[in-house]
């Protein structure tokens, strides 16, 4: 009975040196610093050159090109189609020469909102009709352009036209109103008025595998991130030429060579530049993604909008959704890591004080190094994406808190010791 006494107060012990109101206070400390620097940077707009260069980095994006994650192959389902700048009366010859190869699903990234040309508008409708399954554009908006919150207004092509298909909303996240900022995320369903839409990429999907995608939206996320295959060259692509055919440099015309069998293709056509000879100085309908080659100062966007819907629509059947940990996840584990670190600082500030600041600052150059390869590491072998700047902030600001801490401390005890001596 003695023994058992003795123990359980030598745990108490340990529990209360490990939770004293000393380490408590100075972890408090850190975030509430850290909160109040970052709130004045706001409104300061301090450092707002390298805010701008940074604002949109992540260092989940360096697993695309650092070699962690494995490198997918090519998804030969899905074929990209580029529309260009063509005329209704050539695209609508581009979908008669697509649907006589029977694909599984013909999705239109284009509005075809107006009436245009009659001639090129009766073709185009035409050519429609004679898609067995086909998605057709879908735009969520506002019906007053200065409202916020949920989406009023599903915008849909002419009528003539959206009735051959079924819509699929091709509306993008990207922070604030820029589209140039990264797109690393998107919506998997909305609701306008009572009725529920798919997004363009699951509305295709769904014709391939239905199962597969109820099974992702199971996961009832308002926003999933995107686990990027690859830019264009990771689907089968085909320019305008190849569907039309074109004059070659001798002015003879050149018949068109589709060269992909597009019997049950998953077919996704859209604009992606006049030509793909024009692609790369095009930034139409282009969004900058994490496979940029430029980290971070981001300045020319890297993948057109069909391009980011059909890596949408393999990451969702091929089964490989990126996880991630919930904004409460992440501030736990800095708080825990935070704290830890506090209690062995306190530990080398009391026993060893001529060399805090050595070993400090070398263990907290370590740390934060650790923990964001951890997250790259994690994010590119498990597909699990974990926010870890706040961690890293909080590990690399602790040690100099810490010494604040202390030396505010040191004076709120002097000056009651001589109030009350």
């Known amino acids: ?64 090109s650092v070699g962690i994650r494995d490198q997918p192959g090519p998804d030969t389902n899905i074929v990209l189609v580029n529309i260009g700048n063509l005329p209704r009366r050539l695209i609508a010859r581009q979908i008669e020469a697509i649907a006589a190869q029977k694909p599984k699903v013909v999705g239109i990234d284009a509005s075809f909102v107006e009436d245009l040309d009659p001639y090129g508008d009766s073709l185009l409708d035409d050519a429609l009709g004679k898609v067995d399954n086909l998605v057709m554009y879908g735009f969520l908006k506002h019906k007053e352009k200065s409202s916020i919150g949920p989406f009023d207004t599903l915008e849909l092509c002419n009528p003539r036209f959206a009735r051959h298909g079924v819509p699929g909303f091709v509306n993008l996240i990207t922070p604030g109103k820029d589209e140039f900022h990264v797109c690393r995320t998107f919506s998997p369903i909305d609701s306008v008025a009572g009725k529920k839409y798919l997004c363009f990429a699951l509305q295709m999907a769904w014709y391939e595998d239905s199962l597969k995608v109820k099974e992702f939206l199971s996961r009832n996320n308002s926003a999933e991130i995107i686990n990027f295959r690859g830019n264009s060259n990771y ?45 790369p100085n095009t930034v139409s309908d282009k ?81 934060v190094g650790l923990v964001l390869y951890l997250s790259i ?4 072998v498990y597909n699990y994406k974990i926010e870890v700047s706040t961690a890293a902030f909080a590990l690399g600001f602790s040690g100099d808190v810490l010494e604040v801490y202390v030396g505010i401390k040191e004076k709120i005890v002097a000056r009651f010791q001589r109030i009350f001596a």
Not at 315 to 335: C, E, N, Q, W
Not at 377 to 380: A, K, L, P, R
Request: with cysteine; hydrophobic share 45%.
């Open 235 to 279: 689907f089968y692509n085909m320019d305008c030429h190849h569907v039309l055919g074109r004059d070659d440099a001798s002015g003879f015309y050149q018949p068109a060579e589709i060269p992909v069998n597009l019997k049950g293709k998953i077919v996704f056509m859209g604009f992606m530049g006049g030509s793909f000879e024009e692609a």
């Open 287 to 367: 969004f900058h993604t994490p496979l940029n080659e430029r980290y971070a100062g981001k300045s020319y966007p890297d993948m057109f909008g069909v391009t980011i819907h059909a890596n949408i629509a393999s990451m969702v059947l091929r089964g490989k959704p990126t996880d991630s940990m919930g904004f409460g996840g992440y501030i736990l584990l800095a708080v825990i890591l935070c704290y830890l670190n506090v209690v062995f600082f306190f530990y080398i500030h009391e026993y060893y004080p001529t060399s805090y600041d050595l070993v400090v600052k070398t263990i907290q150059i370590v740390q």
């Open 377 to 380: 590491y994690i994010h590119g």
């Open 1 to 64: 009975m003695a023994g058992s006494k003795k123990k359980n107060l030598g745990v108490w012990r340990i529990v209360r040196n490990f939770f004293r109101l000393d380490y408590i206070l100075c972890t408090a400390l850190v975030f509430a610093l850290m909160y109040g620097f970052k709130d004045l940077f706001e409104r300061t707009n301090f450092l707002n050159p390298i805010e701008t260069a940074l604002s949109d980095f992540e260092m989940s994006d360096m697993i695309y």
